[in-house]
């Protein structure tokens, strides 16, 4: 009896070994098509995971097809918006003309914001195609920034203190980095009374980006509030750049909180690094 019942073990230890075999099999090709969105699950399947596999690849291809259509759609938008935009552009020079200079400045404001916008919505659609996996190197993406701001009168009178790896790679599209940091330094540029730093930390398996000014700072009551859109504490600005580096931060699975920096604001930008440039 002992016998018989190790060999019944052992017939069921090999039939459950062998039946899941398959599975493992699925799970391994599963995750090389989330690696490489353009494979698919082809190949020779059991007929007992076969139909998983076919359907599989009808939602993979189905996905595809919804992608290439949100891709056009947004094409067809941004062509749609350029001659609006174009005539508020020359609105905005009648004005200047006229000596309305405070108008017109409005206007050209939000037609930079609508601009941006458009921009960054036909980026995260090209990047949706089904390339490799987006990627940005954190100083250099910074230095082009930078290199913007500083040119600006805000960025001209600031001190910049930069303490930014060169080796660091960040999981972002560099146009959505560019314009996620665009916007969190060129609000610490505009309230700095003399100083910027722009450090980086390792904390909790994630890289924080840390960007403190020294001017008045937030009320730590109203920090989380100034993270929606159109919130602000003034008259100046839209309103829109910390909420628009919040929603790009955490789209790419990372956070953004607001601190006080004694004096000042820090904007702490955390997400999970991707480490030295692969050769």
């Known amino acids: 009896?002992?016998?018989?019942?190790?060999?019944?073990?052992?017939?069921?230890?090999?039939?459950?070994?062998?039946?899941?075999?398959?599975?493992?099999?699925?799970?391994?090709?599963?995750?090389?098509?989330?690696?490489?969105?353009?494979?698919?699950?082809?190949?020779?399947?059991?007929?007992?995971?076969?139909?998983?596999?076919?359907?599989?690849?009808?939602?993979?291809?189905?996905?595809?097809?919804?992608?290439?259509?949100?891709?056009m759609r947004a094409g067809d938008l941004a062509h749609g918006l350029k001659t609006p935009l174009q005539a508020l552009m020359g609105e905005a020079a009648r004005l200047h003309a006229t000596g309305a200079a405070a108008q017109a400045q409005g206007i050209e404001e939000v037609v930079a914001t609508m601009r941006r916008t458009v921009d960054r919505e036909l980026a995260r659609a090209r990047r949706l195609e089904g390339a490799a996996p987006a990627r940005s190197n954190l100083r250099?993406?910074?230095?082009?920034?930078?290199?913007?701001?500083?040119?600006?009168?805000?960025?001209?009178?600031?001190?910049?203190?930069?303490?930014?790896?060169?080796?660091?790679?960040?999981?972002?599209?560099?146009?959505?980095?560019?314009?996620?940091?665009?916007?969190?330094?060129?609000?610490?540029?505009?309230?700095?009374?003399?100083?910027?730093?722009?450090?980086?930390?390792?904390?909790?398996?994630?890289?924080?980006?840390?960007?403190?000014?020294?001017?008045?700072?937030?009320?730590?009551?109203?920090q989380q509030a100034m993270l929606a859109r159109f919130a602000r504490l003034d008259e100046s600005g839209s309103g829109m750049g910390l909420a628009i580096a919040a929603e790009i931060i955490r789209t790419a699975g990372g956070d953004i909180t607001l601190s006080d920096a004694r004096p000042g604001l820090c904007v702490d930008l955390g997400f999970p690094a991707l480490g030295p440039a692969l050769s």
């Open 1 to 71: 009896m002992a016998l018989l019942a190790l060999v019944l073990i052992t017939a069921g230890w090999a039939q459950i070994t062998v039946g899941l075999r398959p599975l493992v099999r699925l799970r391994a090709r599963v995750a090389v098509v989330h690696s490489d969105p353009g494979k698919r699950m082809d190949g020779a399947w059991p007929a007992e995971v076969g139909a998983l596999a076919h359907e599989l690849d009808e939602l993979l291809d189905t996905r595809t097809a919804d992608l290439a259509r949100a891709r």
């Open 140 to 222: 250099q993406t910074l230095e082009r920034v930078l290199n913007v701001i500083r040119k600006t009168p805000d960025g001209q009178r600031v001190d910049w203190v930069v303490d930014v790896p060169d080796s660091l790679w960040m999981p972002l599209d560099p146009l959505d980095l560019t314009e996620a940091l665009g916007a969190v330094i060129e609000n610490a540029a505009r309230h700095a009374r003399r100083t910027v730093h722009l450090m980086t930390a390792c904390h909790e398996d994630q890289w924080h980006l840390r960007i403190s000014d020294d001017g008045p700072g937030i009320p730590a009551a109203q």
